[in-house]
């Protein structure tokens, strides 16, 4: 294996990282292998087929779906960071990962998750403004504006990265470094520094506050304001088509939310312990791959969008003149 550690002026300079994984016998190795791939794989092919049909469905131009297709290129990329690796880990004895492709790993996977935070705040703006201002929607969600929001999201999420990887990649770290995670992750890089990471771990803290804490009141005071409005509603099929409206979302937020949530409010020195890695599973693995099935079975007009996307690409030419006619 390559050397781990090098001596630059009196100072180790530390070239990888062993990433411990999920320690298990070889037998489970490959069924996790199996399973983690197929996992990775359709979740890859759902959020694709769901891109593919809000872009080829008239119906589906609008700006609830354009955020949703945003969504869904976020989370093929947000899955793809973080699964080859671990795939390629269940399968090799050499569990190591060179210092830049750790802080690349970590760079992006921030970048995603803070972009996330952000993004599902205002796809909660987007449903408040369509249900409780429904005559001025069409002017308040322009094109532009939706334009303009989703561009931020992502500038956001890159600059947070950013400012992050300035204090996590000039830290000094000792020995050989071994990363009780999967991935590499803020916290448990932060266990292994050999030297004080107080400043890096207030940013971090600063940061994350600001990322998790402003969209978490978004989406609280939208769907607080959504829900005053659905109760004033006469009848109860009024009621229930405008709650039908928000629920996929209402239900990604919650999913996303309470699995992040529980994972970095925790202390630093919580990862020194294997459940972390478990609910990491669920929103690096298992949310992604649920996301697209909440908004295909709740929602009427992208599951009839997939249907025709899927008989498109499935039934070729004849396919495409009988759905003309």
Known sequence: MTTIILEVDNRTVTTHFILLGFPTRPAFQLLFFSIFLATYLLTLLENLLIILAIHSDGQL?????FFLSHLSFLEMWYVTVISPKMLVDFLSHDKSISFNGCMTQLYFFVTFVCT??????IMAFD???????????????????????AGGCWFCGLMTAMIKMVFIAQLHYCG???INHYFCDISPLLNVSCEDASQAELVDFFLALMVIAIPFCVVVASY?????TILRIPSAQG????????????TV???????????YACPK????????KVVSVLYTVIVPLLNPIIYCLRNHEVKAALRKTIHCRGSGPQGNGAFSS
């Open 61 to 65: 131009h609008k700006p609830m779906y």
């Open 116 to 121: 996330e935070y952000i993004l599902l705040a």
């Open 127 to 149: 449903r408040y403004v369509a249900i409780c201002n429904p005559l001025r929607y069409p002017v308040i969600m322009t094109n532009q504006l939706c334009g303009t929001l």
């Open 176 to 178: 050989t470094p071994q």
């Open 224 to 228: 607080a304001a959504i829900l005053a």
């Open 239 to 250: 009621r229930q088509k405008a709650f039908s409206t928000c629920a996929s979302h209402l």
């Open 253 to 263: 937020v919650i999913l996303f939310y309470s699995t992040t949530l529980f994972t």
């Open 269 to 276: 020195l919580m990862y020194a312990y294997n459940s972390n």
